[in-house]
């Protein structure tokens, strides 16, 4: 493997690119140790009929669309945010990801998961009674994830 680092003056952000011939699982983990390494934003804003809240991004539970509105749950409130589901996907750490038209999960606080075959499974948080579904059409990708976030913790202690 090869390593090169470029400096570039004119660069509004710090980039990092991975060329591969393929995408292995050895390059997917270090895909994740990369974006788990970097700064990421740990604290956004968020809103409450009209108070302006500052939350930990590790106490949010997911994001869920609900009449024209993205509501922001953590384990004891629901707040609201002015971004969009795919403007979220492009802000949040790679913890974070989406498993249906209508939700972004942070997959560092999924405690279960109840696979149905014919449905959305059902996913379940620590200490908490609240619930999301993720939809067939993610779920392989979701439990790649928590999977990946096991095999970094794991690494690092």
Do not use: G
């Not at 990092?16 to 390059?27: A, F, G, Q, V």
């Not at 038209?101 to 499974?121: E, F, G, M, P």
Request: hydrophobic residues 35%; aromatic residues 10%.
């Amino acid at each position: 493997m090869k390593i090169k680092i470029e400096l570039d003056s004119d660069l509004k952000e710090n980039e990092i690119i991975i060329r591969c011939s393929s995408l292995t699982e050895d390059i997917q983990r270090l895909q994740q140790v990369i974006s788990d390494a970097a700064p990421a934003h740990s604290k956004m804003s968020f809103y409450k009929e009209d108070t302006q809240y500052f939350l930990e991004l590790e106490d949010i539970l997911f994001f869920e669309t609900q009449d024209k509105c993205i509501n922001v749950h953590t384990a004891k409130d629901i707040f609201q945010t002015k971004q969009k589901l795919y403007e979220l996907e492009e802000l949040l750490p790679r913890y974070f990801m989406r498993i249906s038209k209508s939700a972004i999960l942070n997959t560092r606080q999924v405690y279960s998961i109840h696979k149905n075959i014919a449905a959305s499974s059902v996913v379940e948080f620590f200490d908490c009674h609240k619930q999301v579904y993720v939809s067939r059409n993610y779920y392989k990708a979701l439990i790649h994830q928590i999977e990946m976030n096991h095999y970094h913790k794991d690494r690092t202690n």
